[in-house]
């Protein structure tokens, strides 16, 4: 069982950045994804990397100002966020599966973090 614990959220202001980390237990996936779900709304993808090829997809609300990376030596994943807007604010949960492909939806995942509250202000 794999788990995953995010850190890195917390408040910042609009044009501001953040990094948010997720740990994993044990690398017995391949993808990492980083999701992000407001209250009212459904989750929604926000970023993805394959752990071997290090290839990476983005939601297109957050491409060119958000950045996915991994480190393989401490079984991190890293979501650089840069030029944050209000809209940005969000639970961000990190989560791992075992697709053979880069995934942008959540079914595909199999393991999820607790998520970590991001919020933007004006």
């Known amino acids: 069982q794999v788990q995953l614990v995010e850190s890195g959220g917390g408040l910042v202001q609009a044009a501001g950045s953040l990094m948010l980390s997720c740990a994993a237990s044990?690398?017995?996936?391949?993808?990492v994804g980083w999701f992000r779900q407001a209250p009212g709304h459904a989750r929604e993808f926000v970023a993805a990397v394959g752990w071997n090829s290090g290839g990476t997809v983005y939601a297109g609300s957050v491409k060119g100002r958000f950045t996915i990376s991994r480190d393989n030596a401490k079984s991190t994943a890293n979501l650089q966020m840069n030029s944050l807007k209000v809209e940005d604010t969000a639970v961000y949960y990190c989560a791992a599966g075992s697709s053979w492909y880069v995934a942008d939806r959540p079914g595909e995942y199999d393991y999820w973090g607790q998520g970590t509250q991001v919020t933007v202000s004006s």
């Open positions: 044990e690398r017995t996936f391949t993808t």
